[in-house]
């Protein structure tokens, strides 16, 4: 055996790639279930913080500003096994994807109202000038014309925190979630064979460039017309 | 079409600078204005006649963007009374939203929402405001641009106008809430020379319509041909006011006659 088939028997094991491919279709479905939750829920947390903290409310923007900090410096696998392995202590018993997806979700939501409120401090002060001298009240003006404007500006940064803390799904393997590295280091450890983790690897890469590639397209698509 | 209040159509048409009559239309009396340690405003009145063109003059830092960024509370001065057509302003019971809808303004740096058309610019305070549907606020929309000569712009985006064309919309914004005075913060300033007429044009034509304005500028000759009244403004105090004709010709204050010495050369 030379090193090419040697490399190829390792990594590309077709026999034990045929063997676990459905368990890491299945782990890739729930990796998607996971990731979508994630996105959904921490967006519009991170949006809802972001807009909450525009209306100055003073008491309420020191508590946000904290959470969010705690959120931003935090490593998410802390997170994750705090909830977890914390949480059943005090009453309540979260299963590992719910842990899961609770902590990414208040780390995107974290760094998403960073970058929206960056967004919305980037308006120049004129528009809301603007819209304020011909009646409009403030939330208006937050709505229509200063958000549309502050979130065509964070949609760069923000598919870029997406992204990078939506991967952090793999994270789940550590608390028991069967999502993609789950599955995939486990079939390692029944076949002696890393060739479940070229398959896993594959399987993120079909659900991120996708994503990568949605991401891109937004960026277009709200640009504005010049 | 755009209409002012009937209220206007009732009185004897005059012709030439208007005879200040009745009450103001604003009336500021006593402002002070601070920033912080900087005295801005020290003690400023200004009363504006209906159908009174006001040009308030003076160098930069004389206070004269504030004085007239107090007049729709976009800055809040730190004593002093503002009445705009019988309403008091600092009254906290006042609702500040429904008086600035009589208010029109028009900024240094035009401040189009670039997110929107040049109908959507002109439509978003009519909808939002004037509670209007999206058919009637169109056509004001359209009425207010043709009005000031931008009819076939109507769809396009700031980004695609020139800085006239913007300031342009600007205006057809502000008119199409019907303001009962329009205020003006150096629109011109930011404009290639080449741009300025057609601004100074529309805003001719409003004068002609009988509209209130307030405008701070650098534009002497217009001042010259189309204001009723200057008011000439230094380190936060009104220094002189009179017709165009006095200011420009025969200034009494040594004050007024550096700074307008100064503009010749």
Known sequence: MDSWDRFVFTFFNAQVMATYLPRIVEGFFLTVQLALLIVISGLALGLLLAVVRSFGIRPLNWLIIFLVDLFRALPPLVIIVLIYFGLPSLGAAPSGFVSTWISLTLVLAAFAEEIVWGGILAVPKGQWEAARSTGLGFATTLTHVVLPQALRLSIPPLTNRTIAITKGTALGSVVAVAEILSVASGAVGFSSNPSPLTLGAIAYLILFVPVVAFGRWVETRFAWKR | ?265
């Open chain 2, 1 to 265: 079409m755009i209409r002012r209040r009937t209220r206007v159509a009732a009185e004897p048409v005059m012709t030439g600078p208007a005879p200040i009559v009745a009450a103001p239309i604003v009336a500021a009396s006593g402002i002070h204005k601070h920033f912080g340690a900087l005295h801005v405003l020290k003690g400023v009145d200004l009363a504006v006649a209906e159908r009174e063109l006001v040009f308030v003059i003076g160098p930069s830092g004389s206070g004269k963007s504030t004085l007239l960024r107090c007049c729709n509370r976009l800055e809040t001065p730190s004593s002093g009374r503002i009445i705009v057509d019988g309403i008091d302003l600092l009254d906290r019971h006042t609702d500040i939203n429904a008086v600035r809808r009589r208010i029109g303004m028009v900024f240094q740096q035009f401040n189009l929402y670039p997110h929107m058309t040049a109908r959507g610019n002109v439509t978003l305070a009519l909808r939002k405001v004037l509670g209007k549907g999206r058919a009637e606020a169109d056509e004001i929309a359209d009425a207010a641009l043709a009005r000031v000569g931008l009819a076939e712009k109507a769809n396009a985006y700031p980004l695609e106008l020139s800085g006239g064309q913007q300031q342009r919309v600007a205006i057809a914004r502000a008119i199409a809430l019907e303001p009962r005075v329009m205020l003006f913060d150096e629109p011109t300033s930011a404009l290639d020379p080449e741009l300025v007429g057609g601004v100074l044009a529309v805003m001719r034509s409003l004068r002609e319509a009988g509209m209130t304005m307030v405008v701070v500028s650098h534009e002497m000759g217009f001042a010259r041909a189309a204001a009723d009244r200057v008011v000439f403004m230094d380190h936060g105090l009104v220094v002189e006011e009179g017709p165009p004709a006095q200011i420009f010709g025969a200034p009494e204050q040594e004050r007024t006659r550096a700074f307008l010495r100064q503009l010749d050369h």
